[in-house]
Each structure stands twice: as C-alpha cells, then as structure tokens.
C-alpha cells in the first residue's frame, strides 16, 4: 500500500492550495496523519497533524493558515493552504503512523509560492 499525495503547484502568494493524500489500497489501524514538508539542505518538517479522532496541531509557521482534515472512512487527508508564503514553498509529504514500526509515506507534492 502507498499513499499518493496531489494537489501542489505553482502559487502567487496569497493565494490558496488544497493537498490531497489517498491510499492505494486499505490501511488498518492508522493511528493519526500528518503532514510534512522539505526544501533543499534542510530537514523534514512537521507541518500539520490529526489523529484518528479528529484532534489537530500545527506548527506555528502556519497556524491560522493552514487546515489538516480526514476523511475516516476512505483514509483521505487533507490539508487547505491559504495565504501561502515563499516560505511556504517545500515538497510536502503525507505519512500514516499505525505503529511504531510502521509508517507508510506518499511520494511528495511540490508547492512553489511566488512573490
């Protein structure tokens, strides 16, 4: 099983981006979603978090911007970018954690935000 993240592209700051996280097939027992993000030389970034009962976190760069949703029953995540920055701009990736031996990733969505 894999997850398939979409949605990135090429964006005027201020402007809004919707990423999309899907499984290729069924994952049992996911315990919460997030999203991260990366640029270039620097490490991954926890962007976005929900658990499995709808709880969220963000990190505080994009508090008040960014929303992470779910979708339980298809496993489908979400994450709503509005007023996006050039800083915003990195390869967003989904994971999936159900344990901790087991983590599944998706491939990474670029998002470039232009000033």
């Known amino acids: 099983v894999q997850l398939q993240a979409s949605g990135g592209g090429l964006v005027q700051a201020g402007g809004s981006l919707r990423l999309s996280c899907a499984p290729s097939?069924?994952?049992?027992?996911?315990?919460?979603m997030e999203w991260y993000r990366q640029t270039p030389g620097k490490q991954r970034e926890l962007v976005a978090t929900?658990?499995?009962?709808?709880?969220?976190s963000y990190a505080d760069s994009v508090k008040g911007r960014f929303a992470i949703s779910r979708d339980n029953a298809k496993n489908t995540l979400f994450l709503q970018m509005n007023s996006l920055k050039p800083e915003d701009t990195a390869v967003y990736y989904c994971?999936?954690?159900?344990?901790?031996?087991?983590?599944?990733w998706g491939q990474g969505t670029l998002v470039t935000v232009s000033s």
């Open positions: 929900i658990t499995s009962g709808g709880t969220t």
């Open positions: 994971a999936a954690y159900v344990s901790a031996t087991t983590t599944y």
């Open positions: 097939g069924t994952i049992f027992g996911i315990k919460f």
